[in-house]
């Protein structure tokens, strides 16, 4: 098993422009969910999924646009990039429909993105 | 929504010595509580986690406590050794099954 593959590591982005940070799992987990972290600080869940096909808000989702159409799959869009993007994001999967259930969330390597 | 701090946010202790990070919470509807370790670079990986039906759970040199009437749980290291030097992050789980994530609180190991 691969576990959580992100792509890319690193990405630079102008002002302005889109990318799209890519996230698969291979352990058929049905939560998957994107966080930032910013530094020195903790992660903010970004959006999440509890499923193929269902997605859902965090704390911190302007900006950024979420599908999942697999249960592998849970791409991050960013729209238009801006500085205050400048930032570290994980990508999280979990066996439970919920949010850790009780259990663990698996962390994917994570993309560091800077934005100019 | 849930308000979770953590402290200390940074804490310096001897290697062999132990070390101890509290979590407090604000959801009283909280019942799961990890604790998750980062180390420098890396991605955040579980370390220990309690329901709310226990009062402490060990794993070797780590334990966790929890005091639901207090609204805090702790993390407890013994016996330090270099390879704890991380990033500690509690995460309660709030009435809405999202992990709300502490700041983190940075452990130093000294030799």
């Known amino acids: 098993n691969a576990g959580v593959t992100q792509t890319p590591k690193f990405q630079v982005l102008k002002t302005g422009q889109s990318m799209t940070l890519q996230c698969a799992q291979d352990m058929n987990h049905e939560y998957m969910s994107w966080y930032r972290q910013d530094p020195g600080m903790g992660l903010r869940l970004i959006h999440y999924s509890v499923g193929a096909g269902i997605t859902d808000q965090g704390e911190v989702p302007n900006g950024y646009n979420v599908s999942r159409s697999t249960t592998e799959d849970f791409p991050l869009r960013l729209l238009s990039a801006a500085p205050s993007q400048t930032s570290v994001y994980f990508c999280?999967?979990?066996?439970?429909?919920?949010?850790?259930?009780?259990?663990?969330?698996?962390f994917g390597p994570g993309t560091r993105l800077t934005v100019l | 929504g849930e308000n979770v701090e953590q402290h200390p946010s940074t804490l310096s202790v001897q290697e062999g010595d132990s070390a101890v990070i509290k979590c407090t919470y604000s959801d009283s509807a909280s019942n799961y509580f990890p604790w998750y370790k980062q180390e420098l670079g890396k991605r955040p990986q579980l370390i220990i986690d309690i329901r709310s039906n226990v009062g402490e759970k060990k794993d070797q040199r780590i334990a966790v406590t929890l005091n639901k009437t207090a609204k805090h749980f702790s993390l407890h290291i013994t016996e330090t050794q270099p390879e704890d030097s991380a990033v500690y992050f509690c995460?309660?789980?709030?009435?809405?099954?999202?992990?709300?994530w502490g700041a983190g609180t940075k452990l130093i190991i000294k030799p």
């Open positions: 999280a999967s979990s066996p439970a429909r919920t949010s850790g259930g009780d259990n663990e969330q698996f």
């Open positions: 995460a309660p789980r709030d009435s809405n099954y999202q992990l709300i």
